[in-house]
Every structure is written in structure tokens, then in C-alpha cells.
Nanobody, 119 residues
């Protein structure tokens, strides 16, 4: 079955960096566009970065120039390098396919990883 396991979050001061990882299984990772999403407190989940099977990338305007998404198709893992972090980057970060995996009639999400940026 599909599994997405995110890790690497934590508490960091503004201006700091974190690197998130997501191990994927249960589908053919290498041919799928993958993405990182985040959900800030009280807000809807939003896509922050995506990467195609050919490693073309795109970013939300709010993170462009600060975040870098990458992937390792041998390890079935997608990464998000986050630099120059701001308090508004705080939230739970999830990886998923783009568009997200649907199992039955529900969208599948992993447990996510919490990122907290203090000012």
C-alpha cells in the first residue's frame, strides 16, 4: 500500500535552515511528479514546491529563491532544502504526488513533519 514518511522538521530560528526528507513506497515513484505541501495553523494546505520525473521544478512565490526541491529515484525519496526560513514558513509539511494520491475516495496523506520558525 502507499506510504509517505516525512522527516527532518524541527524548531529553528528565523534565517536558519532545515532539510526535509520523504520516503515513498507503494507506487512507481520515478515516473510521478512529486511535491511538498504545507499547512499553517488555521489555513488550508498549500503546495510549496513540485518536481517532475525529469527533475523540472516549480515553487510557490512565497518560497522561491529560498527552498529547493530534489529527488532520488533510487532511494524513492524527495527532499526539501529550506534556507532563510521565516516565521510564516511555520506549519506541518507533507509530501505527496502532484496531484495527491487517492485511496478509495479519500486523499492519502502521511503524518507530516512539523516546522516551527521562531522570530
Amino acid at each position: 500500500q502507499v506510504q509517505l514518511v516525512e522527516s527532518g522538521g524541527g524548531l529553528v530560528q528565523a534565517g536558519g535552515s532545515l532539510r526535509l526528507s520523504c520516503a515513498a513506497s507503494g507506487f512507481i515513484f520515478s515516473i510521478n511528479r512529486m511535491a511538498w505541501y504545507r499547512q499553517a495553523p488555521g489555513k488550508q494546505r498549500e503546495l510549496v514546491a513540485a518536481i517532475t520525473s525529469g527533475s523540472s521544478t516549480n515553487y510557490a512565490n512565497s518560497v522561491k529563491g529560498r527552498f529547493t526541491i530534489s529527488r532520488d529515484n533510487v532511494k524513492n525519496t524527495v527532499y526539501l532544502q529550506m534556507n532563510s526560513l521565516k516565521p510564516e514558513d511555520t506549519g506541518v509539511y507533507y509530501c505527496n504526488r502532484d496531484p495527491p494520491v487517492v485511496v478509495g475516495i479519500k486523499t492519502y496523506w502521511g503524518q507530516g513533519t512539523q516546522v516551527t520558525v521562531s522570530s
